[in-house]
Every structure is written in structure tokens, then in C-alpha cells.
């Protein structure tokens, strides 16, 4: 079944040994870490190279020697070690292999518009914005979704037709303890407008929120998202299909403008898990594809802020084939459905 498998994948494996192995089971797509995978490798010999492709369950190591190679198949192949899912415990089978062809080396792009500015609130600041909500008592916004608990200010957002009632704002506003930080996106000129709409979602590991563009018509172009508890990778995707996994940090703000706000979906993936990057000096933008690079970080709860400003008047983006207010023959974006339903 294995060889069946990998031979599935495109790989083939040989039966004379050689320098390089695939391990069966032992890949980020079937949690096993990096970490993890060069503790069990690394006593066998100097490992030269250990390449992870990004949610696939196998990985390729290669040894500087076959002889090293050879003592990691005979005593490897059959052992078992945890997942990183606790709950699971993976068995790892050794194949020879006589190449390792999976390389994607370079970085994709940023969606143009798209900014991460890190450590926009300090630790302290972040403590108190989220003590500040109060999720208990104050719960007349607020609903829990399928794939996480939301709550909203200034207008509550419909998400059964992804707009807003702009005749009906909520009383009270944004609330005051956003101000410290929305007048330092407005003074470092993050955003050009003071926001008067704000959804707070809460992702506990494992939630997420389905590939969606915030609607055109209901909200201006500068949408910006603040990270605290938890950092998170969003997904990014342009209609020709290109997806762009983004890494954003804990207290970070996310500024989507632009190309990445009106042409772009994000999302989050519902898993407990990231593939991210293991150098320390890219920990923001998007992950590199450098599959000697990769492994995984287990979620926390995150919480985040999404200002937007609601638009007077009807879009005139560049983006017409997305943009409802443009749209000659209206073609409805799909309500977030699978959010309307309860947990
Ligand atoms: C939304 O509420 O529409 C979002 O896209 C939230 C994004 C986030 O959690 O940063």
C-alpha cells in the first residue's frame, strides 16, 4: 500500500540502497515536525538535506553517506512516533530513493496592497484590548458561529448577505479602547479614514473562516486586521487560482488595500496547525515554498479586530468582474453559509 501510494505521488523508489530516503508518514501534511523528523534521522549519520513539501504525509532525507542511509532504513522503517495531533501516532516506513525532485525555492509574492506591519500594539496593549471585550455580559452583537464567535460594532455585519444596514447603525460605536490604535494607523497613515464599523472574531485552534472578498459596495478600500493572542496563516487567492499563504504575526495589522482588497479572497483554513517557515528572519509574509524550510506551528486562541469603513455611494473599483456595485447583470457573491449555522 505504501509503495502504491508513493508511486501515486510521482516517486519512485529503488531497492538498492543510495544516499537518500523517503519517509512514508513522516510529512507535515501527516503532522510530524521538523524538529521531530531530525531527532529520529539525525542519529544515523550527517543528515545533508531534509526536504518537507508543505501538507504532503511524506518527506525526503539525505544522508552525506549510503552507509548512514542504510543504518536509518533498517532501524527506522517500522518505528513509531507521536503526531503532533496528540491523538494519533504515526508508524514511518524507509524507501531508497535515487532522487529528490520536489524543490520550490522561491518566495510567491505579496498580493499587491497587501502590508503586514508587525508589533503595531506592545505586549501590554494587547492585554488590555482583550480584556476589554466583554464577551459574557455584553452579547447583543454577538453570535457564535460554526467556526468561531464574532461580535460587532458601529453596523452588524449580515452574513446572510455579506452587507450591512447602513440605515441601521448600532448604538454606541466603535468602542473607546480602540482609539489609542486606530489614531496611530490613521497618524503612521495605515488607513486614511476613521473606521466606523468593527468585527471581533475569536478563533479557537482547529476554526477558521471560509475564502471570502468583503463586499464591494457596503465597505471603502482600506480594511485592516489586528492579530492578538495567536499568530495565523491567511490564505490568499487570485481568480487565476494563485494562493498565497501569508503568515501573520501575533499583534501584527494586516492592511489589505487595493488589488488584495477588492480582486483577492482571504481566508483561514479550520486546522489545529501551520505549515510555516523555520528561519527566525522571515516569521512574517508569505511562506516560502523552500521545502528544506518548512514545519509546523500549532495554533492558539486568536483573536481579531477588522475595522472597516462602510462606503456612501456605490464602488468604483478597477475590479469590475468582482465588484457587486459594478456588476451590469448582478451576480450574488455566496453568503459565508456554512457560518449561519450555529454551533
Ligand atoms: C472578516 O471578519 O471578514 C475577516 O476576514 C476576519 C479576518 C481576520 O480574522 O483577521
Known amino acids: ?60 532525507v539525505t544522508y552525506a553517506s549510503p552507509e548512514a542511509a542504510i543504518s536509518a532504513y533498517s532501524s527506522i522503517s517500522g518505528q513509531d512516533i507521536p503526531s503532533v495531533d496528540v491523538e494519533q501516532k504515526i508508524t514511518l516506513y524507509l524507501s531508497f530513493v535515487d532522487k529528490v525532485e520536489v524543490k520550490e525555492t522561491s ?7 497587501l502590508q503586514i506591519v508587525e508589533n503595531i500594539v506592545s505586549p501590554e496593549e494587547e492585554l488590555v484590548l482583550l480584556e476589554n471585550i466583554n464577551w459574557e455580559t455584553d452579547n447583543s452583537n454577538q453570535k457564535s ?33 480602540c482609539n489609542v490604535l486606530l489614531e496611530r494607523c490613521l497618524h ?33 478600500d482600506e480594511i485592516v486586521s489586528l492579530s492578538l493572542g495567536s499568530e495565523i496563516v491567511m490564505d490568499f487567492r ?29 481566508g483561514i483554513t479550520p486546522r489545529k496547525f501551520d505549515v510555516i517557515q523555520v528561519s527566525e528572519g522571515q516569521k512574517v509574509g508569505t511562506v516560502s515554498k523552500n521545502t528544506e524550510e518548512l514545519t509546523l506551528s500549532k495554533r492558539g486562541t486568536r483573536t481579531s479586530f477588522t475595522f472597516r469603513k462602510i462606503r456612501a455611494g456605490s464602488c468604483k473599483c478597477a475590479f469590475p468582474l468582482v465588484c457587486d456595485s459594478q456588476q451590469v447583470l448582478q451576480k450574488k457573491t455566496p453568503p459565508l453559509v456554512s457560518d449561519l449555522e450555529p454551533e
Not at 531530525?38 to 550527517?46: E, M, R
Not at 545533508?48 to 518527506?59: D, I, W
Not at 481568480?239 to 503568515?247: L, Y
Open 1 to 60: 500500500a505504501k509503495n502504491i501510494l508513493l508511486r501515486h505521488e510521482g516517486i519512485e523508489t529503488v531497492s538498492r540502497p543510495s544516499k537518500s530516503l523517503v519517509v512514508a508518514n513522516g510529512g507535515l501534511g501527516n503532522g510530524v515536525s521538523r524538529q521531530q523528523l531530525i531527532d529520529v534521522l539525525k542519529p544515523h549519520g550527517l543528515v545533508e538535506s531534509l526536504v518537507m513539501p508543505p501538507n504532503k504525509p511524506y518527506s525526503f
Open 107 to 113: 518566495s510567491p509574492a505579496l498580493p499587491p496592497g
Open 145 to 177: 458561529l460554526k467556526h468561531r464567535r464574532v461580535k460587532h460594532y458601529g453596523y452588524e455585519f449580515r452574513y446572510d448577505n455579506n452587507n450591512v444596514d447602513k440605515d441601521k447603525p448600532l448604538p454606541g460605536g466603535l468602542p473607546e479602547f
Open 188 to 220: 503612521q497613515g495605515l488607513i486614511k479614514n476613521m473606521p466606523d464599523q468593527l468585527t471581533i472574531n475569536q478563533y479557537e485552534p482547529g476554526q477558521g473562516i471560509p475564502p471570502h472578498i468583503d463586499t464591494h459596495s457596503a465597505f471603502q
Open 238 to 266: 487570485h481568480p487565476d487560482g494563485t494562493n498565497v499563504p501569508v503568515m501573520v504575526p501575533q499583534r501584527s495589522l494586516l492592511v489589505m488595500s487595493g488589488e488584495s482588497r477588492y480582486l483577492w479572497t482571504h
